[in-house]
């Protein structure tokens, strides 16, 4: 079954969002297969946001994501990159529609709430970075209430 990785940003955990946002993807019917409140450093947020670092504001993005505690996690489900990012809403938040979290809940997009993987590529690169120690495994006994087939050995 398909995994992304979603980070709750410093903004995010210091407006008291965590719960709302993690009660978007609960009640999709995505399911939460790991999760922890970290404080990362420089080297490691450097690593998270390689792929930027030739842009004008890596360095501004790597101290806003130094800047507090965050919320890290793996969700697991059918589409769920494609439809997390959806549900999270355009990078700049003035762009995002209302009933995203960023269209919600944000404005800058130096201040946008929330970080979801790009792709599935990106997403299992980004879950071995963040959760060398494993996910954890179980399956909602609500499964069959949200899918019509046996996707478990997806
Ligand atoms: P993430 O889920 O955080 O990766 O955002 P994204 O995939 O929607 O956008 P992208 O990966 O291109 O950029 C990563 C983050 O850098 C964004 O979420 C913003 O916080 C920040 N960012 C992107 N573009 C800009 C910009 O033009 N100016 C500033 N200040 N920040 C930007
Ligand atoms: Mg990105």
């Known amino acids: 079954m398909e995994r992304t990785f979603i980070m709750i940003k410093p903004d995010g955990v210091q407006r008291g969002l965590i719960g709302e946002i993690i009660s978007r993807f609960e009640k999709k019917g995505f399911s939460l297969k790991a999760l922890k409140l970290v404080n990362v450093d420089r080297p490691f ?7 930027l670092s030739a842009k004008p504001f890596f360095n501004g993005l790597v101290e806003y994501i130094i ?8 969700w697991e489900g059918k589409g769920v990159v494609a439809t997390g ?60 209430w949200i899918y019509e087939e046996n996707f478990s050995t997806c």
Do not use: C
């Not at 947020?45 to 792929?51: I, M, S």
């Not at 979801?116 to 963040?130: N, P, Y």
């Open 45 to 51: 947020a450097e690593k998270h946001y390689a792929d």
């Open 67 to 74: 800047s507090g505690p965050v919320v890290a996690m793996v």
């Open 85 to 144: 990012r959806k549900i999270i809403g355009a990078t700049n938040p003035l762009a995002s529609e209302p009933g995203t979290i960023r269209g919600d809940f944000a404005i800058d997009i130096g201040r946008n709430v929330i970080h979801g993987s790009d792709s599935v590529e990106s997403a299992t690169k980004e879950i071995a970075l963040w959760f060398p120690e494993g996910i954890v495994s179980w399956q909602s006994s609500l499964h069959s």
